[in-house]
């Protein structure tokens, strides 16, 4: 039998991260020589609900993976950190969703993605979990997956009072029909100036740069600002949450352990200032280790890093 019982339901992709470490990132035609190479899972749903359950929610992931050896990886992956899997489809038609990422000796990365069975993520699989979907707490996005797909899920979300959390990456300008579903959308630059077409992002103009997505129905955005942390807008004004300083090695992993972690911090019944101060610190943690999954903390090791500031 199906588990109904979760915090915290997580609709997205699923990869396998191809990891190459380089001195430096590759500029466009240029071939260079890198350091090591790893194979890990990793794509931003999948990365979302792991960062999720091995903080403490009680999680389930709606997916699509290939029948294929990249798969059993992503699922004894999930299995270590006590995701829900009830509702991920085995596809026998397409492979798994597969990122290539370079990443340089600052931590920072550029990353190509082969979606896979990623693309074949169904409106009728999201139906099919309506059983946890209508009984969790928040619903978790992104834009790895069809956006039809997206704008159901979020549409199903909304028709039963589940929380939806909208990060919307890879950066594209959004349907208005979508952000009015959204009640929590989580930004880094780049992507707030996709979706509002400002000029520029920091702590100081975030709040002016989001408003277009208020107006469209947004009820908080918050802006991520890696080492200078975040900042939460809504109707009510903004308000700045620090960032803790982490010597980084692959960055590779913030930005979905942030969205992982505000997930679980807002089902376990969280402030939003407090949930975004929980997901600073772990978004960091995750920072000082390589790999996407394997490099996200568990709760004490963030309770440990928050006590110590």
């Not at 990869?15 to 035609?29: A, H, K, S």
């Not at 610190?281 to 390589?290: D, G, I, N, V």
């Amino acid at each position: 039998m199906r588990s109904t019982g979760c915090d915290v339901v997580v609709i997205g992709s699923s990869n396998i991260d191809m990891t190459v470490r380089c001195r430096e990132l590759p500029l466009p035609g240029q071939t260079i020589l890198g350091d090591d190479f790893v194979i890990t899972p990793g794509g931003k749903g999948a990365n979302q609900a792991v960062a999720a359950a091995k903080l403490g929610a009680r999680t389930q992931l709606i997916a699509r993976l290939g029948n294929d050896v990249f798969a059993e990886a992503s699922m004894n992956s999930f299995s270590r950190a006590g995701l829900g899997t009830d509702y991920i489809v085995r596809d026998e038609t397409s492979p798994s969703g597969v990122a290539l990422i370079f990443v340089d000796e600052n931590g920072e990365n550029q990353i190509v993605v082969a979606p896979g069975a990623n693309g074949k993520l169904t409106p009728a699989d999201i139906d099919r979990a309506l059983p946890v979907i209508e009984n969790a707490k928040v619903m978790v996005l992104q834009l790895e997956i069809p956006m039809e797909t997206v704008r159901h899920a979020a549409q199903l979300a909304t028709q039963h009072k589940t929380r939806v959390i909208l990060n919307p990456a890879p950066a594209r300008v959004l349907p208005p029909s979508l952000l009015e579903q959204v009640d929590i959308l989580i930004a880094n630059e780049t992507e707030v100036l996709v979706l509002t077409g400002a000029d520029d992002v920091d702590t100081s103009t975030a709040a002016r740069a989001c408003g277009p997505l208020l107006e469209a129905g947004v009820e908080s955005v918050i802006t991520t600002l890696g080492k200078n942390g975040a900042v939460i807008t809504s109707g009510v004004g903004a308000t700045k949450v620090p960032g803790f300083k982490v010597k980084a090695i692959d960055t590779t992993s913030a930005g979905d352990t942030f969205a992982g972690a505000i997930a679980c911090a807002l089902a376990q019944g969280r402030s939003l200032e407090d949930a975004v101060h929980f997901a600073n610190a772990a978004a960091a943690l995750s920072a000082t280790k390589q790999g996407a999954q394997v490099s996200m903390p568990t709760r004490a090791e963030v309770e440990k890093m928050i006590e110590s500031q």
